[in-house]
């Protein structure tokens, strides 16, 4: 969900709205690299600095949608790109990924807003329905409840920001998804939201892209 475009999910790429596609390449690709072109010399001998990719899972899935697929794929590669350059001039990259994002558009396909979010619970939903997911899309009542807001990641920024272990991250898409690596986030309201757990056990396991996938990456010459 997110801002994605509901009216393109599903469709084939044959039939999708090519200018959307392209526009979408160029909003969410050609922007990231053209920002890190301007900042990272602006990060250069201040002893540390560090870029973060967002992106939507921590695997080679597919995402519903070819163009929102090659971007949020790409920003990986981004990340892990940026990061080869960078690793001996103290600055590092890294793919971070929220789980269930409670962004304005999903609210709103909820009908409800961030103040009351957790009514869609049990907003004209009985207990037999409350875990189906709509014909096109993955939302049901009950994977919402599970959802992060935009502030819920934006903790893990600034926890990982803050840590300086992060950098033997840098190969890594991390799934930041209520347990880091190293410490623990919780959500404003005080509950820790696992979406990575609570997906697996509902959707079934997928491999995602570990410590051992990313090594391949890594040129041998």
């Not at 207990?127 to 014909?135: G, H, K, L, R, T």
């Not at 009542?141 to 992060?148: G, W």
């Not at 997906?199 to 040129?219: H, L, M, N, T």
Request: with cysteine.
């Amino acid at each position: 969900m997110g801002r994605r475009r509901p009216d393109e999910f599903g469709r084939t790429f044959w039939t999708v709205n090519l200018d959307n596609g392209l526009r979408m390449l160029k909003q969410a690709i050609h922007s990231h690299i053209i920002t890190a072109h301007y900042a990272v010399p602006l990060m250069l001998g201040r002893g540390r600095g560090i870029i973060f990719e967002i992106t939507d899972g921590d695997a080679f899935y597919y995402r519903g949608n070819l163009f929102y697929d090659l971007v949020k794929i790409s920003v990986i590669r981004l990340a892990f790109a940026m990061a080869r350059e960078l690793r001996k001039r103290d600055v590092v990259s890294v793919a971070l990924t929220p789980g269930f994002l409670r962004s304005e558009r999903v609210l709103e396909h909820f009908g409800v807003s961030e103040a009351n979010w957790k009514e869609a619970g049990n907003k004209n939903v009985s207990p037999e329905n409350s875990d189906q997911n709509s014909a096109d899309q993955n939302d049901a009542p009950a994977d919402f409840m599970m959802s992060e807001s935009p502030r819920y990641i934006g903790r893990a920024v600034v926890a990982l920001a803050a840590d300086p272990k992060v950098e033997n991250e840098e190969r890594t898409c991390l799934q930041f998804l209520g347990t880091g690596p190293r410490v623990w986030i919780y959500r404003s309201d005080g509950t820790r939201p696992d979406w990575g757990n609570y997906a697996r056990k509902k959707y079934g396991k997928y491999k995602i892209c570990d410590e051992q996938f990313y090594s391949y990456w890594v040129p041998a010459w």
